[in-house]
């Protein structure tokens, strides 16, 4: 399961990006902003999940690599 959805977020990261979704989708069901605003639903998805599927695509990672024991 791991080559399917793979880890590539630093944890700091995956917080901002929730925190980030979420102002998103209540500016949004706020009606503050227009209906673009829901896009903030892939942020808080990505970032419980912990997988980008870009940077999956592009090779990328910004979680720090396990230290071998």
Same mark, same amino acid.
């Given at each position: 399961?791991?080559?399917?959805?793979?880890?590539?977020?630093?944890?700091?990261?995956? /917080?901002?990006?929730?925190?980030?979704?979420?102002?998103?989708? /209540?500016?949004?069901?706020?009606?503050?902003?227009?209906?673009?605003?829901?896009? /903030?639903?892939?942020?808080?998805?990505?970032?419980?999940?912990?997988?980008?599927?870009?940077?999956?695509?592009? /090779?990328?990672?910004?979680?720090?690599?396990?230290?071998?024991?």
């Amino acid at each position: 399961m791991s080559k399917l959805i793979p880890i590539n977020e630093h944890p700091v990261e995956r /917080g901002l990006r929730v925190v980030l979704g979420l102002v998103l989708v /209540g500016l949004a069901a706020t009606k503050t902003v227009g209906a673009w605003g829901w896009i /903030g639903l892939l942020p808080i998805v990505t970032g419980l999940v912990g997988s980008c599927p870009v940077y999956t695509l592009l /090779g990328l990672s910004t979680c720090p690599s396990k230290k071998p024991a």
